[in-house]
């Protein structure tokens, strides 16, 4: 199955990526350190601590976890984020 990593550092924090295809039993998502980020979206925060994120992307004609209903744009006040 195709899939890639990177490692993005914030500021002090780093942040391990690895995104690959959902196998057909798995939904698509994104999670930080083990939780599912509703919106598929890695929230960024600059704590000096490492974190894991996983991307599982949809396989043609499937849908994210997330509903489009729920995604919504970053106000000003909210920590940055990598869509």
Sequence with gaps: MPSFTARYRF?????AISVRRAA????????LDDAVQ?????PLRDDGRAHEVVV?????????S??????RPRSEEEPAVVR
């Design 24 to 31: 057909p039993h798995e939904v698509a998502s994104v999670r």
């Design 66 to 71: 997330a509903p489009a209903a729920r995604r």
């Design 11 to 15: 500021g002090e924090t780093v942040h």
């Design 38 to 42: 509703e919106d598929d979206s890695i």
């Design 56 to 64: 599982l992307v949809a396989a043609h004609g499937r849908e994210s």
